[in-house]
């Protein structure tokens, strides 16, 4: 009882809470309300989330607040003004609305679970082999009832107790089932494999099966299969390893002395406290990482298929960053491995990105399309005119379908005739034609010309009916909705800045004239050191260029030179710095005038500085702080907007008041 009273009390005083910031007003525009709550939720979507918000302090509340009113009744004045039924906005937020909204379909419908599932599967690794019947592509009834037909009568000995090895090397119609020298599959043996390294199906299956159990038959793009099962383990993370190798160059037992001689004296050096790196990369007989201090510059995968056991299982067997392997024997010879990092598994947030292009690339991806975009079809009544596709298209060659139908659509009165319906909406011949023009030719699918224009009207079905599930998403999907919304108001935000701050102070030189006028004191350049600048793509062109001043040539002369010589490709500049900024130009600033510094690097370039003298500190000209007095302009004319707007939307703020804010 005491438990109950107290979440009872717990809930009454949470329901208290809520209640109170949904009654404390901070703002009113207009007469209307803006509260405490409408500001925690706004400020926490801004921040982040509302645990974020909580921590954040009443001066960066209050400064919120500001802005967000300054927000609305900007807001509230482009719909006043007829922002919202401007056509020109309109036609704005339809083409956004069309860019957007079929993507944004597909990353949640498809792109999402696909990677969630990857995920999932990813955190275990699972050793299978498996026999297969291969269906070729157009297969007839009769050859996909042999493999099926096969297929049963494989399970059948597998499930009397045939060796599944020795079955898969001599009935397997998978090529690496008989060749022992395959990387995988020989015998069957996939060995160990992780999401997104099969066909979905396969992995499915894979993944669903107990282990030591065969799988009921499998049907996959390839044919039919039965998997076996043999471990599951956790995934391994990636690791980074550096090793030393000393390869067998000889066959006698002498020489296979000498090579673990010589490994055992490195590791003797190692275990001292010599440098791993140096003697890496002064011993190690692998040329590709030598150089690099012994690093295989890039992580190994625990279930890479080409690794060498012996090196694989010393490699993985480290557990520290820098721990250091004894002597590994491998097929190439005799290693030392060295631990130097280990990838983190990381969260599904972390893993998003790095999956969701995995799954872009899968043929899953184009599968789940294809039923997505099947499932979209399902749902609106469609008609298509294939009379009419029967007489214009009767007595032409199949690979000529998208070339006539482009010709066709061209003449006015035959591209506008209606030949699809989708819903509510009508496509003409035109609009079909130019979706065909741009689509694979896929002459000799279909055998005659209509059929092959069926080929196209599939595919223009498809597309049409996932975007008109698309545009659908504003009425179901609050994100979706949300996302629009923001940039309608986005938008219209945009043009009445553009009409009123923007174009106002880029337009208007008289006003950016009296503001510089008004305020010279702003606009001034300090003292500041002046460089002549000679960069180019070749030190020795520099040195030369340089030499050839030192000998009492001016820069004229140089510039002269440049223009007259395509072999000195430089460039000269006069740069202007007001003291140190941490660039390359701080080089030179401690020179005499006259000095120069010696070939230096920027970013892509080379190049030479030379000490030029200063120039004392001067006003800026009008046209020197031009930008300038337009950003200052632009500060003040939004700033009238805004005090404008709050007299006119008698705008009152309770700053105060967010005192209050995430307290409950």
Not at 15 to 22: D, K, L, P, R, T
Not at 95 to 118: H, M, Q
Not at 245 to 252: A, V
Not at 529 to 553: C, F, K, N, P, T
């Amino acid at each position: 009882m005491k438990i109950a009273r107290c979440i009872a009390l717990i809930a009454a005083m949470l329901s208290a809470s809520i209640s109170f910031a949904q009654d404390v007003v901070v703002a009113e525009i207009d007469g209307e309300a803006f509260t405490l709550a409408d500001f925690e939720r706004e400020y926490a979507k801004a921040v982040g989330n509302a645990e974020v918000a909580s921590q954040d302090s009443l001066p960066e509340y209050t400064d919120f607040l500001r802005r967000y009113v300054n927000f609305l009744i900007k807001i509230k004045e482009a719909s006043s003004a007829g922002y919202f039924d401007d056509p020109g906005i309109q036609s704005e937020i339809n083409e956004y609305r069309t860019s957007f909204a079929k993507p944004y379909l597909i990353d949640n419908e498809i792109v999402t679970p696909l990677v969630e599932d990857l995920y999932e599967k990813r955190k275990e690794f699972v050793h299978a082999s498996h026999i297969m019947t291969v269906i070729p592509q157009g297969a007839s009834p009769v050859d996909t009832l042999r493999a099926w037909n096969k297929i049963i009568a494989l399970r059948d000995s597998l499930l009397q107790g045939v060796a599944f090895g020795d079955l898969a090397l001599r009935q397997s119609e998978d090529r690496a089932a008989s060749s022992e020298g395959s990387r995988r599959g020989f015998r069957g043996d996939l060995g160990l494999f992780s999401g997104g390294e099969m066909i979905k199906p396969f992995e499915d299956a894979a993944y669903s099966t107990p282990i030591g159990e065969i799988s009921d038959v499998v049907r996959s793009a390839y044919g039919y299969h039965l998997i076996k099962v043999h471990d599951r383990e956790d995934t391994k993370p990636d690791y980074h390893v550096s090793h030393i190798m000393i390869r067998f160059l000889g066959d006698t037992p002498a020489d296979s002395a000498g090579v673990h001689a010589k490994i055992d004296s490195l590791k003797t050096l190692i275990d001292e406290g010599a440098s791993f790196d140096d003697l890496a990369r002064a011993h190690s007989e692998d040329p590709n990482s030598a150089s690099h201090g012994g690093s295989l510059q890039g992580a190994i995968r625990y279930q890479t298929p080409n690794l060498d056991k012996a090196f694989h299982d010393a490699a993985f067997t480290l557990k520290d960053i820098g721990q250091i392997s004894d002597v590994v024997e491998s097929q190439f010879g005799l290693h030392i491995i060295r631990l130097d990092d280990v990838d983190s598994l990381g969260t599904l947030d972390e893993m998003y990105d790095e999956l969701a292009r995995l799954a872009r690339n899968l043929p899953r991806m184009q599968e789940a399309e294809k039923a997505l975009a099947k499932s979209s079809r399902e749902l609106y009544t469609i008609s298509v005119d294939t009379l009419l596709l029967s007489r214009l298209l009767g007595g032409i060659q199949r690979d000529s379908v998208q070339q006539y139908l482009e010709e066709l659509a061209a003449i006015d009165s035959v591209g506008a005739i209606p030949l699809i319906m989708l819903a509510d909406s009508s496509y003409t011949l035109q609009q079909f034609s130019n979706f065909a023009a741009r689509q694979t030719n896929t002459a000799g699918y279909g055998p005659t010309a209509v059929m092959q224009s069926l080929i196209y009207v599939d595919a223009f079905l498809d597309d049409k009916a996932l975007l008109y599930r698309a545009f659908e998403l504003e009425n179901s999907d609050q994100e979706f909705r949300e996302i629009m919304q923001n940039f309608k108001e986005g938008l219209t935000i945009f043009k009445i800045m553009e009409d009123s701050v923007w174009n106002a102070s880029s337009e208007d030189t008289l006003r950016l004239l009296n503001y510089y006028n008004a305020n010279p004191e702003r606009y001034q350049w300090p003292d500041r050191y002046r460089l002549l600048e000679m960069s180019g793509a070749v030190d020795s062109v520099l040195i030369e260029a340089v030499d050839w001043l030192d000998q009492g040539r001016t820069w004229a002369d140089l510039a002269e030179k440049i223009a007259s010589d395509s072999t000195w490709s430089l460039q000269l500049d006069t740069v202007l710095v007001p003291g140190y900024t941490n660039s390359v130009y701080d080089r030179a600033l401690n020179l005499s005038a006259g000095e120069h510094t010696e070939v230096l690097s920027a970013r892509s370039r080379r190049l030479v500085l030379y000490m030029d003298g200063g120039e004392a500190a001067r006003p800026k000209t009008f046209e020197e702080a031009r930008t300038e007095v337009m950003a200052d302009v632009q500060v003040e004319l939004e700033q009238n907007l805004h005090r404008r707007l709050r007299l006119k939307y008698r705008v009152k703020t309770f700053p105060d008041r967010l005192a209050t804010a995430y307290q409950y």
